[in-house]
């Protein structure tokens, strides 16, 4: 049970926000509703390249996020907010990560990225500070009206690959 974090920290790496990951934050910070919806995002990615019609399928590509240390686990992650590859969800699963896997990642994707931006112009430009940025919401990008928008939406969006290429063969 390597993957179950220990200490301070709670919940199953595999699952666990980036900020939450013990090599990432020393401590952690206080628990935000932001670090819930993010476990929510890799727990259906989990699942979309796991199971078809409810049947385990085996997704090598994934099986470094059980045997991982939490900082190769973050760079895996990472890569699933800002390079995910979405050929390997099963067919069952594309409609529901068309509706809310894409644009969930997406908002995390933009989150991440505004704070990176806003830390390299406090030390590049010497403009702002820590303090200015909003965290919690990842500058406003992952708010519970957004996500609950993704939620309550039941478009399926255009995907940024051809539909043949996500249709994986089980």
């Not at 908002?107 to 931006?117: E, H, L, M, N, P």
Request: net charge negative; proline share 6%.
């Amino acid at each position: 049970m390597d993957h179950i974090a220990k200490g301070p920290w709670t919940g199953t790496l595999p699952y666990m926000s980036l900020d939450l990951l013990p090599s990432v934050s020393t401590p952690p910070p206080v628990h935000s509703e932001r670090f819930k919806w993010e476990s929510f995002l890799y727990i259906l990615y989990w699942i979309a390249c796991h199971y078809d019609k409810g049947e385990y399928v085996k997704c090598d590509a994934l099986d470094d996020w059980l045997d991982s240390d939490s900082r190769t686990l973050f760079k895996t992650k990472n890569t699933v907010l800002t390079r995910p590859d979405y050929r390997l969800i099963t067919a069952h699963f594309v409609p529901l990560a068309q509706t809310w896997l894409f644009p969930l990642r997406q908002s995390f994707s933009k989150g991440y990225d505004a704070r990176a931006i806003h830390e390299e112009e406090e030390v590049l430009f010497k403009r702002g500070n820590p303090s200015d940025f909003d965290n919690e919401t990842l500058g406003g990008h992952v708010t519970y009206e957004k996500v609950w928008k993704v939620f309550e939406s039941d478009e399926q969006r255009t995907w940024p690959l051809e539909s043949n290429l996500l249709k994986r063969e089980i």
